[in-house]
């Protein structure tokens, strides 16, 4: 029998090549979802940075899919859509990763059929533009997170405050606490900042937003840095939700502060500021010897999650700066040591509150139960 040379059949279907977004395309999908998810009731931010540089954290999902087999490609010509139209803004959405998955699961994307996902995106999209004037205000994002792993949404309480236009971020983690590693951390710092500004002159921004979770001094010392920029909202995380803070939902009652002063008109002023943990007098001497004034403040029972809101943040930032800068204008001192247990944004605000012509030199101190002292110097501003 002769053997039949004719080649086999292939029954593998030909690859559709997509289209790529054009940069254009993929700023006006950002632009039109406000930077948030466009899921009917979720407010997921998606941020997500590598080194400095924005991109997408959500998913960018389709209406009616793109391959023959994806979900909703079957109402492709009934939209009038082709083939090559699939790739464009007017099919797309950005999600976050959990609602992406959800409109095109196998078990549940029959509650999403196109007239639903159309209807969801029209909204989200108007809802964004119209904004009030206030929440219209364009934002820059600062991510300060040198502490654990890094974070690539942000979750929030409430809607969106503002338009996220753009983000600055390091979140590489900082485990060098040696002299060389604190300065490196404060160059670091400099330079960040530096970055911060120029953004938010390019993309002409009204307000900014801070993420801090980094050690106290290195956030102290960036708070110094933003003294003179636009108008910041601090924001603090929940740790047991996950969830970014700042104003609260509800009345918030104010924490009570005390605060007590031993002045002897030494050169040399100690600040200790007990607000997550209590700052103890004994862990100071350690440090400074017995020749310095002190100046403490203390909430009424401390404790890790006793101030997270603004309310009581520029309550406890303001007062601390009062009564330093009153006590200043009676004693001379060569330099203010800076001992502090408190949360994250707290810190950023300490820092922000720091006047160099009036307070001198600042002595930054990180704790560490395990070393004797238990306050190291780390660095000064």
């Not at 029959?110 to 219209?136: G, I, R, T």
């Not at 605060?259 to 008109?265: D, I, L, P, R, T």
Request: with cysteine.
């Amino acid at each position: 029998m002769a053997k039949n040379n004719k080649p086999e059949k292939n029954d593998e279907q030909p690859k559709i090549r997509r289209r790529s977004l054009t940069s254009v395309e993929q700023a006006h999908l950002w632009v039109a979802c406000g930077g948030i998810c466009s899921y009917r009731g979720c407010n997921k931010r998606l941020i997500l940075t590598t080194d400095g540089v924005l991109t997408n954290g959500g998913i960018i999902a389709h209406i009616i899919g793109h391959a023959k087999n994806s979900a909703r490609h079957e109402y492709m010509e009934e939209y009038e859509f082709t083939q090559d139209t699939l790739e464009t803004p007017r099919n797309l959405m950005l999600m976050c990763y959990e609602h992406s998955k959800r409109i095109d699961d196998t078990h549940s994307k029959h509650l999403y059929p196109p007239n639903v996902l159309f209807e969801m995106k029209k909204e989200h999209e108007a809802w964004v533009e119209s904004l009030s004037e206030e929440k219209k205000k364009k934002s820059i994002a600062l991510i300060h997170k040198r502490l654990g792993g890094p974070i690539t949404n942000i979750d929030y309480e409430g809607e969106a405050p503002y338009i996220l236009l753009d983000a600055i971020e390091n979140q590489e983690e900082f485990n060098n606490f040696s002299k060389e590693g604190w300065e490196e951390g404060k160059r670091v710092n400099e330079e960040l900042y530096k970055r911060f500004n120029e953004k938010i002159r390019e993309r002409k921004a009204n307000v900014a937003e801070v993420y801090p979770l980094s050690p106290i001094p290195l956030l102290i010392h960036m708070g110094f840095l933003l003294t003179d920029t636009v108008p910041l909202s601090v924001y603090q995380l929940e740790r047991e939700t996950g969830v970014w803070v700042s104003d609260h939902p509800n009345q918030q009652k104010e924490v009570e502060l005390s605060f007590s002063a031993n002045v002897n008109e030494e050169d040399e002023l100690a600040v200790l500021v007990s607000v997550s943990g209590k700052v103890k007098l004994k862990s100071v001497r350690e440090v400074l010897g017995d020749n310095f004034d002190s100046l403490s403040f203390e909430i009424n029972d401390p404790g890790l999650k006793r101030v997270l809101y603004k309310q009581d943040v520029l309550y406890i930032q303001s007062k601390v700066k009062e009564e330093i800068e009153k006590l200043l204008q009676e004693q001379d001192y060569r330099r203010i040591h800076l001992f502090y247990a408190g949360p994250a944004g707290l810190a950023i605000e300490l820092g922000r509150g720091v006047n160099p012509r009036m307070w001198g030199e600042v002595c930054l101190y990180q704790y560490n139960a395990r070393e004797t002292p238990r306050y190291q110097y780390a660095l000064s501003i």
